[in-house]
């Protein structure tokens, strides 16, 4: 038996738990056993048919439809309607009728059940393979009795990951700007959510117009800027205290903040007389270093997940294109050629790829590329799209998205494939979305 605990970066001081969850059972592997999975790669994209019956016991049926979202919002899966199954009222420790679920061509099978004491709550789960007749993962987890929704996303992730061998997504959080009023009046909020659109917290309250949020790599604090009337500052916010502390930046105007991998520093643009430069500061010592020098407009730099290269938007070659350099600043190089104008780089969390933003004939883009600039993909189009950002798997990019003139933009999520193209649950206006990793 094994057994792991995951801390809770809470939003609030109010929503705290632990979840700690135990591996119960794992089936020996047999050919049939072994045969079940999913393709994700461009060739095979057929959904697999999934059935997950409403667990028993506390929060069970909100649990399970929770499931069923996120796993067909992935575009891999087919959850099949709970109305079609033969069989119900299943036991979590009983093998089900697998005749019954082949009936209806299910080829996995997910029952859980909850108990509920002294306001915690303990679930588990067992996820069966139909046409192998055996089981493939059985997994515990236990949180606070408000936190249901959390064991939803780590069932989610758990029965992601056994059946495409990839990571999940879907125990992450997403931060953005919630945007209300008119459009020569706009509110614009700090706001966090769950990657699936629920438990919204804002941590503005929409007396600045705040820009560009991002996560640490820890997914406690978020790093933005504000539009003030002495200029664009840049602010830090941890999630859990609501504490804010401004970045002391050379000039009045800053640009598109994101912290360095290790989260011990910022990486950002800045207006200094007039020349708009790329600069990193140390958040622990507070040294500044400028890493362009040149009189374009150099803009929007991330660091590659390993922390050895930066890329970053700059219209030093006569349009604005994306290039990479060292950290130190060293060895520029031009990653994009093609027709249009680049901007929005950010790599991939593998460091693989770099997802980036294109405006070409009138229309904008959402396209993807190699960390070398080669074997460039357009994934969405669209009168506007921008502000790409990485699902912690890498596996989902979103973006913000107008479809015509005076649209409110809205946030979406597209395959790295270029398939499953689709809104992301938030319903209200939203844009420069930035996803976590995956919740501690």
């Given at each position: 038996m094994i057994s792991h605990s995951l801390s809770y970066p809470p939003l609030t001081r109010a929503i705290r738990g632990l979840i700690t969850g135990i591996?119960?059972?794992?089936?020996?592997?047999?050919?049939?056993?072994?045969?079940?999975?999913?393709?994700?790669?461009?060739?095979?994209?057929?959904?697999?048919?999934?059935?997950?019956?409403?667990?028993?016991?506390?929060h069970g049926s909100s649990i399970a439809n929770a499931v069923r979202d996120n796993l067909a919002r992935s575009g891999l899966f087919q959850v099949q309607n709970p109305d079609s199954f033969l069989q119900r009222d299943m036991d979590v420790n009983v093998a089900p009728r697998f005749a019954d679920w082949r009936v209806i061509k299910t080829e996995a099978l997910v029952i859980g059940r909850g108990n509920s004491s002294a306001g915690r709550l303990r679930v588990e789960f067992r996820l069966w393979d139909v046409y192998g007749e055996s089981q493939m993962l059985g997994l515990e987890f236990s949180t606070t009795d408000e936190n249901w929704r959390r064991i939803a996303h780590k069932v989610s992730d758990a029965i992601y990951r056994r059946l495409t061998g990839e990571v999940g997504y879907f125990d992450s959080r997403v931060v953005f700007v919630a945007e209300s009023g008119s459009r020569t009046n706009r509110v614009k909020r700090l706001a966090v959510m769950d990657q699936d659109g629920a438990n919204p917290s804002y941590l503005?309250?929409?007396?600045?117009?705040?820009?560009?949020?991002?996560?640490?790599?820890?997914g406690q604090q978020i790093v933005y800027s504000a539009l003030t009337d002495r200029g664009i500052k840049i602010w830090v916010v941890d999630i859990e205290t609501g504490r804010k502390e401004a970045v002391a930046i050379p000039g009045n105007m800053a640009f598109a903040p994101r912290f360095t991998p290790d989260g011990q520093s910022i990486i950002f643009s800045a207006d200094r007389d007039g020349d708009v430069d790329v600069f990193i500061k140390s958040l622990r010592t507070g040294k500044l270093t400028q890493l362009t020098r040149n009189p374009a407009i150099d803009t929007s730099p991330d660091m590659s997940p390993n922390?050895?290269?930066?890329?970053?938007?700059?219209?030093?070659?006569?349009?604005?294109?994306?290039?990479?350099?060292?950290?130190?600043?060293?060895?520029?190089?031009?990653?994009?050629?093609?027709?249009?104008?680049?901007s929005t780089a950010v790599w991939s969390p593998k460091g693989d790829l770099i997802a980036f933003t294109r405006q070409l004939g009138g229309q904008f883009q959402i396209g993807v590329m190699a960390a070398d600039g080669s074997n460039l993909k357009i994934l969405a189009e669209a009168y506007l799209v921008e502000g790409p950002t990485w699902s912690p798997n890498g596996r989902v990019i979103m973006f913000q998205r107008e479809g015509g003139p005076g649209q409110s933009p809205s946030l979406w999520t597209v395959d790295v494939s270029g398939t499953n193209l689709r809104k992301s649950p938030w319903s209200g206006p939203g844009s420069d979305p930035g996803w976590s990793a995956i919740l501690p």
């Open positions: 591996l119960l059972a794992l089936a020996c592997l047999t050919p049939a056993f072994a045969q079940l999975n999913v393709s994700v790669t461009e060739g095979h994209r057929r959904p697999m048919p999934i059935a997950i019956s409403d667990f028993s016991g506390p503005t309250d929409g007396t600045e117009q705040v820009l560009n949020p991002r996560f640490n790599a820890q922390g050895d290269r930066i890329v970053f938007t700059s219209d030093r070659g006569g349009s604005t294109q994306i290039y990479a350099m060292n950290a130190d600043g060293s060895g520029v190089r031009r990653l994009t050629f093609g027709e249009g104008r680049y």
